[in-house]
């Protein structure tokens, strides 16, 4: 009876407690959207503070917080998501005893009650945090005075070179293009013209503006010089606009070198009385960056009738603003402004003009041949003070060399062109900002896979998926606007219009100031430069050795190596590095690791980087892949192209996969045979692209077990069907609905069948890449009413075809044919000639005529056509109307063809490029005479030279790679 009673008053308290527990479930998920609701409330914050035109310190400060509490949140989010569920199921104990299920559910309800308890502690602290940052940037926005108030207003932070500004060496090299617009505007003089300068941050737009005015055949063309500055900086609304600071030359005074300030306002109405018949007035719209200041200032440019110049860092500005000029009647012309590079010497001499004394080369490698930044460090170098310590010049500017860009950035306004290459707060670019910063971590010169970076994006949580649009769908937009103004350059565009390879532009202090400032990347590229307090993004720009801190190194979340790896520098970070989304490392492994056996497998801390996102080891010596890569649930891209791995585990069950992108390097090394080639292309913005073709070209990885567990992959490249359930693995594909890409190597004939009812239901795919194993037929689907996807673009198909697949025409959507070995009986360039968009045309042994036939109306939109291996072909006839837009042309193996084409020397000067491997001696012959057209033309370039094999030593994952792999494979 004692025992009882006391046992009675504890089972309300029991119940209580047992009620309590029931809840946690539901009290995770309040909690789990609580801190998705404060991830949104720090992101607005962030983007409020860096939409600020004065930052201060104690912004800066606010910033560096939380940025870090918005990386404690994104943890426990992944804890929870996680759930211990997964990492049970897939790398704990097997499931041997009934009640394993009940052990597992105690687990999973001790996890949710664990985020219950730290997400009650987290938010607690980011409320407190957050008024407390909200009060800094409120006074500091209320501590903003007078001019720092209105700094968003045009005019206040000058970027622009004035009209009365001359300074000779701001010319180099860009005197051709101050020809050609002077020449312009002297053209019908009289009529209105606007005129858009577009081109990089820093590659002297302004300054060939300003040129272009001081020319003394084109100021007795003017009455007034007017000119806004600073439109990138400016606040959209037509009265804010008005209120800019201008300045206006009279040219018929002799003070005309000393310009009046003046409102925008005041100017005209000023033009409408005092502009006398006959002349007329320019103005100057300096760094205009939105479509709204032409919208504001449509009605007064209307009635005074101007010639308009604007220069501008934005592709597609002019295109957006040509209406609001209707009743102009104006001529629109543009001129992209190319980036000027001058070699060491031309540079070297630019600074013996403008400094005492010889430079050190490591100050000039640190301008890059730019001239405008070799002024700025002119400046900077003859404002230094003696040193205290007696050292030579010499001595000085090494250790200047060091931060350089950060002692021109911190004089950015204080004079010297320099001002001109910082601009100022870029509200377009608010939204992408962690994008561009990001772009930071990739060296100067450093070629970039456009592909790449987007996926690199992604899985740092850069780009998030908004509404309908997904979150590949969202990269690509942010790309293009990065694009758009420049912050990342096109390098080289594939045939048919697509940019491929990017890079990062020269002189680009600015970018790589704000995010080391910020502490968003961290770039190791010498050795004495100390550690920032946070890491989260670390670049390594020279080899990676050392021991690290372990403090910093356990909130790291992405590493990516550009140089040597050492293994036990990786070994040990990857050790402590347990919050790592992103791994890049490549093929940068020194010799001590090649020759490591171990180490031709996964090291086995990569399977417990159980956050990682994005996994890299491309061209590495991996060899295999164990089935402990599923513990890594959360990886969305994979990438293991040229290595040496051959099959995938049987069982692949990572879902939040989305881009598997394998290839074996044996194969890829069994294709090195290539002897002679001549290469011959003008300079334009496309780079050159080789194409080789070889039959049956056996690239790929042998495939897992089963796909259904795959279920979010987006790209799947390039796969060998090698498997004991062939039909059922291809049936399976149809269930990858997502899918965009899909290469398959090792086809037989009892595949086609499954394969083309998968493919059918794969609605969203834009490439396909087909390879027939040796002496199989690729065959057509056998129902009739059978469709491609409506959406596919690119096709690849190696192996014999009886005739020219049906699905293939008509399709308005295909760019892009690539028929290797295909040995058809039947000519089917007519067939193809009727596709309307088709761009880039590669064929193989594709059919065996004597004569090629293309008639006029064939291919209106052909840019690139290539054969190779046509054993019997003698000759070439294309009609004058026929192949209008063709730009490159490549002929490879055609023994029988020895005559040039008569219409190669017709287009001599047409073509961008024309390459010829293993031809009749003939086509050597036209090296020469392209010789010759050099001399009279500085757009052509000719080069002749012995090619060994297609693929290169792999010089980085980023850059080109093997031209034969470079669109179908390396994307």
């Not at 543009?334 to 100050?363: A, M, P």
Request: net charge neutral; charged share 30%.
């Amino acid at each position: 009876m004692d025992i009882v009673s006391p046992l009675l008053t504890l089972v309300p308290f029991l119940f209580q407690k047992l009620e309590k527990e029931f809840e946690v479930p539901a009290d995770a998920v309040k909690k789990f959207q609580s801190l998705k609701e404060s991830i949104g409330v720090i992101e607005r914050f962030l983007k409020k503070a860096n939409s600020m035109e004065v930052i201060t310190e104690d912004v800066k400060a606010s910033v560096k917080r939380a940025r870090k509490f918005l990386y404690v949140l994104e943890d426990a989010l992944d804890d929870f998501r996680g759930d211990g569920n997964q990492s049970m199921r897939e790398g704990g104990p097997k499931k041997e005893f009934m009640w394993e299920g009940f052990i597992f559910d105690l687990y999973r309800h001790y996890k949710r009650r664990t985020f219950v308890h730290e997400a009650r502690h987290i938010l607690l602290m980011v409320d407190d945090y957050m008024t407390l940052e909200k009060d800094a940037i409120g006074d500091a926005l209320r501590g903003l005075s007078g001019n720092d108030a209105q700094s968003s207003s045009a005019g206040n932070l000058s970027s622009s070179i004035s009209y009365s500004e001359e300074r000779d060496e701001v010319l180099v090299g860009i005197r051709q293009s101050k020809e050609e617009l002077v020449k312009l505007l002297k053209r019908d003089a009289g009529q209105p013209k606007v005129i858009f300068v577009h081109g990089a941050p820093g590659v002297g737009k302004t300054s060939l503006v300003g040129a272009v005015l001081r020319d003394q055949g084109v100021e007795h063309l003017f009455k007034y010089y007017v000119w806004i500055e600073d439109l990138r900086s400016c606040e959209l609304s037509a009265a804010a606009l008005m209120e800019a600071n201008t300045k206006m030359w009279d040219l018929s005074l002799a003070e005309k070198e000393n310009p009046r300030d003046h409102k925008l306002k005041e100017v005209f109405p000023l033009m409408e009385k005092d502009v006398p018949k006959g002349k007329s007035w320019a103005l100057v719209m300096d760094d205009a960056s939105r479509v709204d200041v032409f919208k504001s200032l449509q009605s007064h440019i209307n009635r005074t009738l101007p010639t308009v110049l604007v220069t501008t860092r934005i592709r597609s500005l002019q295109s957006s603003s040509t209406r609001f000029f209707k009743s102009l009647k104006a001529q629109y012309v543009s001129h992209e402004l190319e980036r000027v590079l001058l070699t060491k010497e031309e540079s070297r001499d630019l600074f013996r003009k403008n400094i005492h004394g010889e430079v050190s080369d490591c100050i000039l490698e640190k301008c890059y041949g730019l001239p405008l930044e070799i002024l700025a460090t002119c400046d900077l170098l003859n404002c230094q003070r003696p040193s205290a310590t007696g050292a030579p010049d010499c001595v000085k500017w090494k250790k200047l060399s060091g931060r350089l860009g950060e002692a021109l950035l911190s004089n950015g306004y204080e004079g010297g062109p320099i001002r001109r290459m910082r601009a100022p707060r870029m509200d377009p670019l608010l939204d992408v900002r962690a994008c561009r910063l990001y772009l930071s971590i990739f060296p100067i010169n450093c070629p970039i896979r456009c592909s790449t970076v987007m996926r690199l994006w992604m899985a740092e949580g850069f780009i998030k998926q908004e509404g309908a649009q997904s979150v590949q769908e969202k990269a690509e937009e942010t790309l293009e606007k990065l694009l758009d103004q420049y912050e990342i350059l096109e390098k080289e565009k594939t045939s048919y219009g697509r940019v491929k390879i990017c890079g990062v532009p020269l002189g680009r202090h600015q970018q790589i100031s704000e995010s080391i400032d910020e502490e968003l990347v961290t770039i190791v590229d010498r050795q004495e430069r100390g550690w920032p307090e946070n890491i989260w993004h670390l670049s390594f720009h020279r080899d990676m050795d050392g021991t690290y801190d372990e403090a910093w190194v356990q909130q790291l979340r992405s590493l990516i190596v550009f140089k040597k790896v050492h293994p036990r520098s990786l070994r040990n970070l990857l050790g402590k590095a347990k919050r790592l989304k992103v791994l890049d490392l490549q093929s940068h492994m020194i010799e001590e690791e090649k020759n490591n056996q171990a180490l031709n497998a996964f090291r086995p801390e990569i399977f417990e980087l159980k956050y990682l996102r994005y996994l890299s080891l491309r061209g590495s010596r991996i060899n295999n892949i164990s089935e402990q890569i599923n513990k890594l649930i959360y990886l969305e891209t994979l990438d293991l192209r040229d290595t040496f791995v051959h099959a995938l585990p049987k069982k692949l069950k990572l879902k939040a996969l989305r881009h598997l992108l394998v290839s074996n390097r044996k194969s890829v090394e069994s294709v090195q045979q290539r002897c002679k080639i001549i290469r011959i292309w003008r300079r334009c913005i496309e780079s050159p692209r080789s194409m080789v073709a070889y039959t049956n070209l056996k690239l790929g990885v042998k495939a897992p077990s089963q796909l259904r567990d795959l279920t979010s992959l987006q790209k799947l490249c390039m796969i060998e069907v090698e498997t004991d359930r062939r039909e059922e693995w291809l049936k399976e594909l149809g269930e990858l609905t997502n899918l965009q890409k899909l290469g398959l190597s090792m086809l037989k004939s009892t595949d086609w069948e499954p394969l083309w009812s998968s493919i059918g239901k794969l609605t969203n795919l834009e490439a396909l890449h087909l390879i027939g194993a040796e002496k199989e037929i690729i065959e057509r689907p056998q129902r009739a009413e059978w469709k491609a996807p409506e959406y596919l673009q690119r096709v690849h198909l190696t192996g014999r075809l009886e005739t020219l697949p049906a699905w293939i025409l008509p399709r308005d959507s295909l760019v892009k044919l690539v028929l290797k070995g295909s040995q058809m009986e039947e000519d089917p360039l007519s067939q193809l000639g009727e596709l309307p968009c088709l761009k880039h045309l590669e064929m193989e042994q594709a059919f065996h005529n004597t004569e090629m036939e293309f008639d006029g109306g064939m291919f209106e939109k052909l840019r690139f056509l290539g054969l190779d291996n046509f054993c019997k072909l003698k000759s070439i006839e294309v009609t004058e109307e026929a192949l209008p837009s063709l730009e490159s042309l490549y002929l490879a193996r055609c023994k029988e063809l020895t005559t040039v084409p008569d219409f190669i020397e017709q287009r001599l000067r047409r073509f961008k490029n024309l390459e010829f491997c293993e031809m009749h001696e003939a086509f050597g012959e036209l090296v020469d005479k392209v010789n010759n057209v050099k001399e009279n033309s500085e757009l052509m370039v000719a080069d002749s030279r012995t090619w060994i094999g297609p693929t290169r030593e792999v010089e980085d994952v980023r850059g080109k790679g093997s031209p034969m792999l470079a669109e179908d494979f390396n994307k």
